[in-house]
Nanobody, 132 residues
Framework: QVDLVESGGGSVQAGGSLRLSCSASEYTYKSYCLGWFRQAPGKEREAVAGIDSSGVIVYVDDVKGRFTISEDYAKHTLYLQMDNMKPEDTAMYYC??????????????????????????WGQGTQVTVSS
């Protein structure tokens, strides 16, 4: 069991930036992946970005070039730097960890599928609102 707590959400205008953080209780898995997901009102939860224990990073096409995922292993903290934000980025953002899972580099649907493998333990979410 891993406890995850997201923070850093808020309201920003289009073109602005936010940095989300996800603090995790200590985990000692030798192999794992961490992911960011989001869910907009009336829509299904979708993958955003993932990073695994070997340093592989995968982004979905919608955020590529705008979002940056990173991990501070010593602090057990996951980050999502979001730049040049758009109104369609408005959603509840969740972090998750998948013990023993690894990411496979890919694009399009393959990126979404591989990041989905990181979703075993979940945080409660943090709201992000982007106004036009």
């Amino acid at each position: 069991q891993v406890d995850l707590v997201e923070s850093g959400g808020g309201s920003v205008q289009a073109g602005g930036s936010l940095r989300l953080s996800c603090s995790a209780s200590e985990y000692t898995y030798k192999s794992y992946c961490l992911g960011w997901f989001r869910q907009a009102p009336g829509k299904e939860r979708e993958a955003v970005a993932g990073i695994d224990s070997s340093g592989v990073i995968v982004y979905v096409d919608d955020v590529k070039g705008r979002f940056t995922i990173s991990e501070d292993y010593a602090k057990h903290t996951l980050y999502l730097q979001m730049d040049n934000m758009k109104p369609e980025d408005t959603a509840m953002y969740y972090c998750a960890i998948g013990p023993f899972s690894r990411l496979v580099p890919g694009e399009g649907m393959a990126a979404k599928v591989t990041i989905a493998g990181c979703g075993d333990y979940w945080g409660q979410g943090t709201q992000v609102t982007v106004s036009s």
